[in-house]
């Protein structure tokens, strides 16, 4: 004999409702765009550029030759001390030791402190981890270096993938990428991991310079 259990219907507006009435329920968004302001060198703003330096906005970071050695285009960044991240950017005929480096001041200097020489035309991806809060990255070069840099993105990674780690306390419950409601799951849009301290989102695609990434998240 067969044994139907009815249940009545959950309306989730109203449940959603009673737990938004709840005394210590907060909801939140939280943007994971990236940590570089302006890195697809749409405007002007975001960098401060040493003689030499350059936006052509609407384009790229350019360099140009001149007496104008040991000179950068920099940009500060919010790191936290002992977190990984991953720079991803595109450079065109890069020449004569240009540089992308990162350091605690918005110099030349600081940024030499953690170099990675470039050169050619392509794309490269940077994986490093940084030993102070807060900071600096961006390029410099010597008074012959020429060359462009377009579509700087940095984000924080576990070592392998990107992720979006939420502030502590906050747990994520939708993700939308440009707009777009993502669905959960390892084999779908993203991953909620959790490591006893944090939650972090692992999006299945990782994101551009022109991601857009919204997590909604609420009180853990």
């Not at 401060?48 to 790229?60: A, E, K, M, P």
């Not at 993105?153 to 993938?161: A, I, P």
Request: hydrophobic share 35%; with cysteine.
């Amino acid at each position: 004999m067969a044994v139907i259990v009815k249940k009545p219907e959950i309306n989730l507006r109203e449940e959603l409702t009673d737990l938004r009435n709840q005394p210590r329920y907060a909801e939140q968004q939280f943007w994971m765009d990236g940590l570089v302001t302006n890195g697809t060198f749409d405007t002007s703003t975001g960098w401060t550029l040493d003689t030499g330096w350059s936006i052509n906005v609407g384009g790229f970071l350019q360099k140009a030759s001149g007496s104008n050695n040991a000179k950068a285009a920099t940009t500060p960044v919010s790191f936290v001390n002992g977190r990984q991240y991953r720079a991803v950017f595109d450079y065109t005929d890069l020449g004569s030791d240009i540089r992308f480096g990162y350091g605690t001041s918005a110099t030349y200097a600081g940024l030499n402190a953690n170099p990675t020489v470039l050169s050619g035309t392509g794309t490269k991806t940077i994986n490093f981890t940084v030993g102070f809060d807060g900071g600096y990255l961006g390029f410099h070069g010597n008074d012959a270096s020429v060359g462009q840099i377009d579509d700087l993105y940095v984000f924080e990674t576990d070592g392998t993938d990107i992720v979006h780690r939420l502030p502590r306390g906050w747990k994520p419950t939708r993700v939308y990428e440009d707009g777009l409601l993502q669905r959960e799951g390892a084999s779908d849009d993203y991953e909620v991991v959790y490591d006893g301290f944090d939650y972090f989102v692992k999006p299945a695609v990782a994101p551009s310079a022109t991601t857009q990434t919204c997590v909604i998240g609420v009180k853990a």
